[in-house]
């Protein structure tokens, strides 16, 4: 359920609301938007059917959540959830941001890392990232460095300044990752590892949590929901494409994904054109494609040698066709910005949320 206050609302009869809701056992969510401050509360719900709620000051509406998700439906927060990393240049996953992830599928040493850094955040992304821990359908593939790598990812932030990004695989490894990384991955195949969904609830870092290969929109928030059920807010989603009879591609890219989960979720999404197409030339495409269907951000896999790559060489994009892509994502925000500003514009701005 949410509780919808009236504008203007004091301090103290927000107070007054949350602790009438948490006598009764739960807990509450505090969301601000620019009008109104939306309270969710979390727990078993029957106990406050019985309360008058709009008898108490600054009450103006309450509402129940009717999507199976709760903290992850969209009328759960006044306004777009911002995702903040926490990093002193202040990066965040938001509505009004664009924020690219970019960097190795695997970390492969410190040199390669170092190289890759540098240039992804010249050409303008804003987090590293680097698997250290590689789910891999065979068990004979490279499947990372683990521990090392992840020192590696930590050296390379200091030097460079850009947050990292790796993936967690199992729950025993959530506490040695979040000591070194600044944003934990579920991956594609851990969507649905409930247990690990639950230890990163604990824990006080973001988490980008992709889609399953075979799960649906709403599975995809219901394993959000597990994370922030726990206790942690801070989820990014990701569309990575999905398993179709299309083999031209590794998997399909959901673009519809994105104006729905606009329409279902408070939380940022972005897009991974790269696991998606699986080929490094359609990455741009698919990667220009997500900005235009209002995606919050990109991953992109970048590899200074990808036909050297020990994972991922044939969907990693190079230096040099990183930063074209990057110039080409400029350009379409641009234009992107430009409709929705223009009156017909909004109109379908405003239809699809
Ligand atoms: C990855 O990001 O390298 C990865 C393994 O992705 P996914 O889980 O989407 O397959
Ligand atoms: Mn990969």
Redesign the pocket.
């Known amino acids: 359920m949410i509780i919808i206050t009236r504008g203007g609302i004091t301090d103290s009869e927000l107070d007054g609301i949350r602790e009438r809701v948490e006598q009764l056992g739960l807990r509450t969510h505090v969301s601000r938007g620019e009008q109104r401050v939306v309270i969710g509360c979390i727990g078993d719900e029957a106990v406050l059917r019985e309360v008058p709620w709009r008898t108490l000051p600054g009450v103006e509406s309450v509402m129940p959540v009717l999507q199976p998700y709760k903290l992850a439906a969209r009328a759960f927060a006044a306004g777009p959830t911002a995702v903040r990393i926490g990093d002193s240049r202040g990066t965040s996953f938001a509505r009004d941001q664009f924020t690219v992830i970019a960097g190795p599928?695997s970390v492969e040493g410190p040199d390669m890392l170092a190289l890759t850094a540098r240039r992804v955040a010249a050409s303008g992304a804003r987090l590293l990232?680097g698997?250290a821990y590689?789910?891999r359908t065979s068990p004979y593939s490279f499947r990372g460095l683990g521990e090392a790598a992840l020192g590696m990812l930590v050296e390379v932030r200091a030097e460079t300044g850009l947050p990292v990004v790796t993936?967690v695989m199992d729950p025993r490894q959530v506490d040695l990752v979040a000591e070194h990384v600044d944003v934990l991955?579920v991956?594609?195949?851990n969507m649905q590892n409930f247990s690990l969904l639950s230890e990163l609830g604990r824990i006080r870092r973001p988490v980008l949590l992709?889609r399953g290969?075979s799960a649906t929109i709403e599975e995809l928030l219901m394993s959000a929901e597990h994370i922030m059920a726990h206790g942690n807010m801070d989820v990014i989603l990701?569309e990575?494409g999905i398993r179709t009879f299309e083999p031209a591609t590794r998997n399909t890219l959901d673009l519809a994904a994105l104006p729905v989960l606009r329409r279902e979720t408070h939380l940022p999404v972005v897009v991974?054109p790269s696991?998606a197409a699986g080929r490094g030339d359609l990455v741009a495409p698919l990667a220009w494609a997500a900005v235009a269907a209002g995606a919050d951000g990109l991953?992109v896999?970048v590899h200074p040698d990808p036909p050297n790559a020990l994972?991922?060489g044939d969907q990693s994009l190079d230096l040099d066709a990183f930063d074209r892509l990057m110039v080409g994502v400029e350009a379409f925000r641009k234009a992107a910005l430009a409709v929705a500003g223009s009156a017909s514009g909004q109109a379908l701005v405003e239809a699809v949320a």
């Open positions: 599928c990232r698997g590689k789910p993936e991955q991956g594609a195949r992709k290969l990701c990575r991974d696991h991953l896999e994972s991922d």
